[in-house]
């Protein structure tokens, strides 16, 4: 089992930048691809990147491709994600999710239900 704690949300104005961490419990941070959702208020959760468990392989949903990095470090247990130019549009709560991989140390995951883990989410607020 793994434990995700977000960190890094805050208030920032039209197109400044944020950068979230996603910080993991345990000893085997590498056998998890791993994955940044939103949520906005009264708005269902939606994907916004994904990172295989080698770092390999990246996923963008398209309103953030060119805007949004997401990288990982395996010796710090820790993903993160790099926001840049963002906008009004971009507010919502962040979640991290953690998914178990056999598969390919390439693979992504872009489906809510692929992930096992989630973190308790951070508030990004951009304001316009």
């Known amino acids: 089992q793994v434990q995700l704690v977000e960190s890094g949300g805050g208030l920032v104005q039209a197109g400044g930048s944020l950068r979230l961490s996603c910080a993991a419990s345990?000893?085997?941070?590498?056998?998890?691809?791993m994955g940044w959702f939103r949520q906005a208020s009264g708005k269902e959760r939606e994907f916004v990147s994904a990172?295989?468990?080698?770092?390999?392989?990246?996923s963008y949903v398209d309103s953030v491709k060119g805007r949004f990095t997401i990288s990982r470090d395996n010796g710090k247990n820790t993903v993160y994600l790099q926001m840049n130019r963002l906008n009004a549009e971009d507010t919502a709560v962040y979640y991290c999710?953690?998914?178990?991989?056999?598969?390919?140390?390439?693979?992504?995951?872009?489906?809510?239900?692929?992930?096992?883990?989630w973190g308790q989410g951070t508030q990004v607020t951009v304001s316009s």
């Open positions: 999710a953690a998914h178990r991989s056999i598969a390919s140390p390439k693979d992504t995951y872009v489906q809510e239900t692929d992930y096992d883990y």
């Open positions: 990172i295989s468990r080698s770092g390999g392989g990246t």
């Open positions: 345990g000893r085997t941070f590498n056998i998890y691809a």
